[in-house]
């Protein structure tokens, strides 16, 4: 084996040194076998084995142990032409009924790569790094700020009256901070017309705090219901970068963006039945992520052993709990955001990719609507429908640049019909 | 010349001291808010034990507990699919083509599907397909709650299984008994299905209309050979000559208003001469160019009259209007020659034969005989013959499809008798209707929506008909439960594929499906047969008594959908009453008899009830004078009546099957006589006037048309004039408003033309379907609270002059009855009105809250959300076009329609809001689907085509009288109508700068 490795360090000395001649960028990914093994193994290999347990295939953890790196790579280039030489492999390819596919365009580095990365590790607790989900709602606060400046400088104004005239009564400085303090009350107790003052800035203000509080009846602004399934978005979109659409396929076809079905997570989940140790954080343990990938299995119906959908099941769909409720009489179309104005889906959803879970990241109200419908410039350059539009508005007002509001996005009839 | 005809919609305008007339034209909402009902008792009040303060807590307690209560949000759930076809996604809708069939109404359509639920019906325009109101309704007949669910022996729910092991068992023993196994279905122009009754070996297969043609039938079969109707293109018409035939109407399957339509609008300064001699007022009638009205009886005479002018050069000079009328319908026909044509309806084969000689004799080029029509194939004889033989018990297995003979036939009480004789009696049908009752197998059968089939509505046009959701209920097609009886394995889909396959079609069958069509080239030639045809004119026996014409109404047809409310409440066009049947009489006779119409306080129709004797059947009906009504004759719609599996509302009216002897439309020697109380009528006819205002139907003739030394601005065609600083200035010119310039973008225009327009009514069902319209019931049609944001007014209008009188031959008296009394033989225009989007718009400056808007796109937006419900917007609008809930109409047991059941729900648009109480609503030009259309053009990156631009109404419209588009494309169909000579706008003088734009109606009198 050691010679094998000193081979190998060898090799791959030559070649990362002639890589990096080339690709400048390419030092990174040359630093360990076993990290650019775990990105090829993650691209080639993972869909159909796993280190720890068979899937499609046979786990691969230690299966160097197994085989020679020289029987392992003539198996992975052309397992169909290695089988017609070789017992072994023959007896091999009956594990299952599947053929795998040859890879034939794996170099030998790369294939010493991925095997290095199958040599099993100990494993080495890594604190969870995913910190919880934090749900800071920023309230704004400036109002308060200001009114408590404005009581403080009142105070001090009245304190520095009371002073001021003390002083020129009696001529003297007062003489005890205590002194002055009752001094201040006294006053204060008998100054109508600031007790007047004082009482309409009181109204004023709870008015303005009450008016606050109504308006936010039925504004599920940072709503964020218990769902279902403990279904992490930080997981999906931000640790594996899942794009928006690829779960949520009919937001740019259709007003709604489409919660997905069951079966677009078997897409991924057919193999992935369980999550990695760091996936688990200190809030949830990896037992209750599988837990909550085996709900998906109970919906369609999967055998994650056999791995096969169990015939004449009864699939029971995921009733999840709407988040971003409009009111029946406004639409609200996600194809015309999504596709036409090109919206990413940040933009009203907010940071998803980093929640653990989703929760309403805008107000939704309809001055939210109007206040980016406002702002927001059409880009008439692109899309071949305001062709015509652009011309006409070059031609007549000489204006090259037209807000959504302009263009008639603010009228009642566009979202209440 | 513009003309000075005066227009009226009832008889009561007519009558200048009608106060109630006059009250409705002060009025906007004809009932004063009923707090007298509450306050004005005061004896009621005073025994009240609630106190003031006991009020007071209850107010406050209930505020308190309300407010407290919605601080919490429901939880809504969102269920995506375990699996999601992938055809579907949630939000778009998914068009199928597939054919309606149901034996009264044959259409090539497109469906609209919403996440698997079909929720309108498109006409096929790519096929020819043409919807009527029944078809665009029967979207809704698949929600029917009152459906047969599922097989049933004698009323006990069996498993499809039961019924299949015991009928086998039963047919085989009857079979070998030597019995008759009979067949009775309706007309569904599918070869396949007669090809499968056929393999049952060796049956008799009786078809059915419950509205028949046989006449006609025979008819052809005796000039032509085989059985069926000759197709007619009435857009190759110069010359038509009806005689009883409501063409526009069901006439031999209806389907014809498209060609009529397009030989009406004057294009080159030519357009179709329609003359029409009837009994009833028909809708066919009503457009027709000279209207000449005869007795059912006269109708044989007429066409035997006509025969002779025609084909056999004799002209008689008698000195009767009928014999002027027809010498003069003749004379033109010989004129047109090959582009003439006569059709009948009477139901009489020699009078059908007549015109077929007629149409063979001329060179008929508006009539085909070699590619048939098939939407009718009843044969009437054998009907009977088998009614005959189950009662003398040689039937012995009697199998009924979509068929309900216990309701409509004459004789329904020797069908029951018959039914009790036979071994074995299956019902299939989708209702739970009479028949499926009186049957001992109900078989459940799916709605057209929900099943498979192949149609060949004419010979060598075929169409495919496709499921468009799963089956609601546990239903199994008659033509698969056949096949299995018969020992096939085969699934009808298969069967149609297979025959798709033999048929050698042109093209896959993927494609076919997809199109919803394919055809068979025909080449056969056809020969007419020479027959005798000089048997002379036969009268029929019509001494003494009234003659009855039956009729069938646009709205319910023969009946099988008279559980479908949107059916319900369409006003009959010419009638303009909902919810009912009546009997039609003229106003002579009605003084006759002492029938009286009259109008009460809040506008509703009150009619005396009459009791009417046909031999031995007598049937208490209420009666509606009608203008244009023959004297002498009387009229009654089929349809009407059922009472079995109905929701307790749409039972209405009376079953005139009954009347319907010897499946003849004509009965002669009926009586009547008045007995004692009064009908409530629901009719709109005084509803939504104009305030009296004039100006609104504009028309003018053939001749003025085309003289082209007139400016049609200042005659046929005037623009209104007022007066400003002293000067008389076209009122277009003035405005109150600064003009909001809406030249960028899209500015949507509707046009309507009155001489393509027909008064079908499909529009309004399809209006009905695409926005959500609640329907509210008989009781509040009468209060005018009438929910339709389309509604077809009807006007009645008469120019009886000196001149006219000596050019049609009237005879003195006549002419004077006529000139004095307009409404015995009136001319009638439609108007289909909705919101007229107005650019100024009065009533956007009179809402309080700002509630209706207008959009630069031309449409009057009026959101829901904000409206308060004060109503000025109504009372501002002089077009009267704004409806207001008075009531929640969804989720209401008091009006226990559609939208009250979770299955009548599935049919909701899920893209327009459903109003709640207190707000206005009206007609949004379908504003969510001018939307839809320009987002889909921006998603593909294009300009949007002027053909992609529709509403509702204008998909629907089959003649092509509602055209809508863009303006701002100047290439635009609508752009182009906009600037014709024959547009015009609704009251112009008011300033109001409508974007719906209507074109004169030019007649060829």
Redesign the interface.
Same mark, same amino acid.
């Given at each position: 084996m050691k010679s094998v490795k000193q081979q190998r360090l060898i090799s791959r000395l030559t070649l990362s040194s002639i890589a990096f001649l080339f690709i400048f960028t390419l030092n990174l990914s040359a630093q360990g076998d076993a990290a650019n093994g775990k990105k090829l193994f993650n691209m080639h290999c993972a869909a159909c084995h796993k280190l720890d347990k068979d899937l499609v295939g046979p786990k691969l953890g230690g299966i160097t142990d197994i085989r020679t790196t020289e029987w392992l790579s003539a198996w992975i280039k052309d397992n169909a032409s290695f089988q017609e030489i070789d017992a072994d492999a023959k007896e091999a390819a009956n594990f299952s009924a599947a053929s795998m596919t040859a890879f034939a365009f794996l170099s030998d580095q790369e294939i010493d790569d991925i095997l290095e990365y199958t040599i099993p590790v100990e494993v080495v607790e890594v604190a969870g790094s995913a910190a919880a989900p934090v749900v800071v709602q920023e309230q704004d606060n400036t109002l308060l700020y200001m009114l408590t400046a404005i009581v403080i400088v009142l105070v001090l104004m009245v304190f520095n009256l009371y002073r001021t005239m003390t002083v020129i009564k009696d001529g003297v400085e007062s003489k005890s901070i205590a002194d002055s303090l009752n001094g201040v009350w006294k006053a204060f107790k008998g100054n109508k017309f600031l007790h007047f003052l004082l009482v309409i800035f009181f109204l004023l203000n709870s008015a303005y705090f009450g008016f606050g509080w109504l308006m936010q009846v039925g504004l599920d602004e940072g709503y964020q219901p218990i769902q279902p399934i403990a279904f992490s978005h930080a997981i999906h979109a931000g640790d594996n970068k899942i794009d928006c659409e690829y779960c949520h396929t009919s937001a740019k076809h259709s007003k709604t963006s489409g919660i997905p079905s069951a079966n677009v997570c078997m897409n991924c989940h057919m193999n992935i039945s369980e999550v990695a140790e760091s996936t688990a954080t200190e809030e949830h343990s990896k037992e209750f992520y599988d837990g909550e990938i085996q709900k998906i299995y109970d919906a369609v119906g999967w055998d994650k052993d056999k791995l096969q959908y169990i015939e004449g099941y009864e699939k029971q769909p995921i009733e999840w709990v709407r988040i971003h409720n409009l009111p029946d009489f406004a639409y609200y179309n996600h194809s015309q955001h999504v596709t036409v104005a090109g919206l990413e889906c940040q933009k009203c959803h907010g940071p998803v990719e980093e929640m653990e879970e989703v929760y309403q990241y805008s107000p939704l109200t309809m001055e939210w609507c109007i206040e980016c419908h406002r702002e927001t410039e059409i880009d008439m350059t692109e899309n071949g429908y305001y062709k015509k539009i652009h011309e006409q508005l070059a031609n007549k007002y000489g204006v090259e640049k037209v807000t959504e509001a302009q263009m008639g996005g603010m009228e009642c009839g566009k979202c209440h019909y | 010349m513009a003309s000075n005809k005066k227009y009226w919609k009832s008889v009561e305008e007519l009558n200048e001291n009608s106060s109630i007339v006059d009250t409705l034209r002060q009025n906007e909402f004809v009932e004063e808010i009923p707090t007298d009902e509450f306050l004005g008792n005061k004896e009621s009040l005073e025994e009240s034990s609630t106190t003031r303060r006991d009020f007071l807590k209850y107010v406050g307690f209930t505020t308190a507990a309300a407010t407290l209560a919605?601080?919490e949000?429901p *939880?809504? @759930? #969102?269920? +995506? !699919? %375990?699996? @999601?076809p992938n055809e579907i996604? +949630?939000? %778009?809708a998914d068009y199928y083509a597939t054919a309606i069939a149901d034996g009264f109404d044959f259409a090539n359509i497109l469906v609209k599907v919403r996440e698997g639920r079909p929720i309108k019906i498109e006409p096929n325009k790519e096929a020819n397909g043409s919807t009527n109101a029944r078809v665009q309704a029967s979207v809704l007949s698949l929600y029917d709650g009152l459906r047969l669910k599922g097989p049933k022996q004698n009323g006990n729910a069996i498993s499809w299984s039961e019924a299949d092991a015991q009928i086998g068992k039963k047919l085989k023993d009857i079979q070998a008994a030597g019995k008759t196994v009979a067949f009775l279905t309706s007309t569904d122009a599918s070869p396949s299905t007669q090809n499968i009754i056929a393999s049952l070996g060796d049956v008799r297969h009786v078809i059915y209309d419950a509205v028949s043609e046989s006449a006609a039938l025979d008819a052809y079969q005796t000039m032509y050979g085989n059985r069926a109707l000759p197709s007619y293109d009435f857009s190759k018409a110069k010359v038509i000559v009806g005689v009883g035939s409501d063409f526009l109407g069901d006439w031999q399957g209806g389907n014809f208003e498209n060609g009529y339509a397009k030989g009406r609008i004057p294009t080159k300064g030519k357009m179709s001469h329609h003359v029409q001699f009837e009994s009833n007022m028909t809708l066919t009638g009503a457009n027709a160019d000279v209207r000449v009205m005869i007795t059912p009886a006269e109708q044989h005479l007429a066409m035997a009259k006509l025969y002779q002018a025609v084909v056999q050069g004799i002209s008689t000079r008698e000195a009767s209007p009928i014999n002027t009328a027809v010498q003069k319908a003749a004379a033109k026909i010989k004129k047109a020659g090959k582009n003439a044509v006569v059709v009948t309806g009477v139901q009489d084969a020699n009078i059908q034969a007549y015109a077929l000689a007629i149409n063979n004799h001329i060179q008929s080029e508006v009539m085909d005989v070699v590619v048939t029509n098939n939407t009718r194939q009843g044969n009437d004889a054998e009907v009977m013959q088998l009614v005959a033989d189950m009662k003398a018990g040689k039937i012995g297995a009697l199998i009924i499809n979509n068929s309900n003979p216990v309701y409509t036939l004459p004789n329904s009480a020797d069908f029951v008798e018959g039914l009790g004789k036979v071994d074995l009696s299956v019902s299939f049908s989708m209702s739970d209707n009479e028949t499926a009752n009186a049957t001992e197998y109900a078989l459940a059968t799916p709605h057209y929506l929900e099943s498979w089939g192949m149609i060949e509505m004419k010979k060598g046009q075929y169409s495919l008909m496709q499921p468009t959701i799963q089956p609601l209920f546990d239903t199994r097609q008659f033509q698969d439960a056949i096949l299995k009886w018969s020992g096939s394995e085969q699934s009808y889909y298969d069967y149609i594929k297979t025959s798709f396959t033999d048929l050698g079609a042109n093209g896959s069958w993927n494609q076919a499906l997809h199109d919803g069509t394919f055809t068979v080239d025909v080449t056969e030639e056809v020969v007419a047969n020479e027959f005798d045809l000089s048997f002379g004119y036969k009268a029929p026996k019509a001494d003494g008594g009234l003659q009855l014409q039956l009729y069938t109404k646009t709205g319910l047809g023969d009946g099988q959908q008279a559980n479908n409310p949107w059916l319900q409440e369409l006003p009959d066009p010419i009638t303009r009453t909902t919810w009912d049947n009546y009997l039609t009489i003229s106003q002579a006779d009605a003084e006759g008899f002492g029938i009286e119409n009259w109008n009460v306080a809040d506008g509703g129709l009150n009619g005396s009830l009459v009791e009417l004797t046909l031999g031995d059947v007598v049937v208490t009906l209420p009666a509606l004078i009608q203008p244009g009504q023959t004297v002498g004759s009387i009229g009654l719609a089929l349809g009407y009546g059922r009472k079995v599996g109905m929701k307790e509302e749409m039972k209405t009216g009376k079953n005139a099957y009954h009347f319907y002897s010897d499946f003849n439309n004509s009965q002669y020697g009926a009586s009547l006589k008045v007995v004692a109380g009064e009908h409530k009528f629901a009719c709109t006819q005084l509803q939504n006037t104009m305030m009296g205002r004039g100006d609104i139907i504009k028309e003018t003739t053939l001749d003025t048309f085309n003289d082209h030394s007139l400016d049609p601005k200042h005659t046929w065609n005037p623009v209104p004039v007022v007066s400003l600083k002293h000067q008389e200035v076209e009122a277009t010119t003035v405005d109150l408003w600064d003009e909001f310039d809406r030249?960028?973008?899209h500015h949507f225009n509707l046009s309507i033309d009155l001489n393509a327009c027909t008064g079908c009514g499909s529009c309004v069902i399809a209006c009905h379907a695409e926005n959500n319209v609640a329907v509210v019931g008989k009781e509040e049609i009468r209060k005018s609270r009438d929910m339709h944001w389309l509604r077809i007014d009807r006007y009645y209008s008469s120019d009886m002059t000196a001149e006219r009188a000596e050019e049609e031959g009237v005879g003195v008296k006549q002419k004077f009855a006529e000139m004095e009394d307009p409404s015995a033989n009136p001319t009638v225009a439609f108007q289909p009105i909705m919101c007229q989007h107005c650019n100024h718009a009065p009533c956007e400056t009179v809402c309080p809250v700002a #509630?209706t808007?207008?959009?630069?796109?031309g449409?009057n937006?009026? #959101? !829901?959300?904000?409206c308060v419900g004060t109503r000025y917007c109504a009372n501002n609008c002089p077009y009267k076009v704004r409806r207001f809930n008075w009531f929640d109409y969804a989720n209401n047991a008091e009006f226990d329609f559609n939208m009250n059941d979770d299955l009548g729900k599935m049919v909701l648009n899920p893209? *327009?809001? *459903?109003r709640t109480r207190g707000v206005m609503e009206k007609c949004?030009m379908c504003?969510?689907m001018t939307?839809a259309t320009?987002?889909k #053009? @921006?998603?593909?990156?294009? +300009?949007?085509k002027d053909e992609e631009f529709q509403t509702a109404c204008s998909n629907a419209c089959s003649t092509g009288a509602m055209i809508f588009g863009d303006i701002n494309d100047k290439e635009s169909q609508v752009a182009k109508l906009k600037e014709d000579k024959r547009a015009y706008h609704l009251l112009e003088h008011v300033g109001t700068q409508p974007n719906v734009v209507y074109q004169v109606k030019v007649t060829n009198a």
């Open positions: - | 919605s601080c949000g *939880v809504r @759930k #969102a269920i +995506p !699919y %375990v699996v @999601k996604i +949630p939000g %778009v030249s960028v973008g #509630a808007s207008h959009g630069r796109q449409q937006h009026m #959101a !829901y959300n904000r893209d *327009v809001t *459903v949004s504003i969510q939307q320009i987002l #053009a @921006k998603k593909e990156g294009r +300009p949007v």
